[in-house]
C-alpha cells in the first residue's frame, strides 16, 4: 500500500512557490499593481489576479504568464451590491 501511494505522488504535478519579487515583475509587466497578483501555498496552481473585471489585456498577458507554468489565474469578472 505504501509503495503504491508513493507512486502515486510521484505522479502529482508539483508547482514552485514563486516569489513575491518575481510576481511582482510579471505584476508590473502586465499592467497591474504589484500587491494585486499573489500565490498562495495552500493552491500553489492558481495565481490570484486581485483586480475586479480586468482589462482583457491585462488578463491575458497574466494567463499567458502562468499556462506555461501549469498555473490557472483566478479573477473576480464583477461584483453587484446585494439589496
Given at each position: ?11 502529482a504535478?508539483?508547482?514552485p ?20 497578483l ?46
Amino acid at each position: 500500500m505504501a509503495v503504491f501511494s508513493l507512486a502515486l505522488s510521484a505522479c502529482a504535478p508539483r508547482y514552485p512557490m514563486y516569489s513575491a519579487g518575481e510576481l511582482a515583475g510579471v505584476a508590473r509587466g502586465c499592467g497591474v499593481a504589484e500587491a494585486e497578483l499573489i500565490q498562495d501555498r495552500a493552491l500553489p496552481a492558481a495565481l490570484f489576479l486581485l483586480t475586479v473585471s480586468p482589462f482583457a489585456d491585462q488578463l491575458a498577458c497574466v494567463e499567458n504568464w502562468a499556462h506555461p507554468r501549469g498555473m490557472r489565474v483566478v479573477y473576480v469578472d464583477s461584483l453587484e451590491a446585494a439589496n
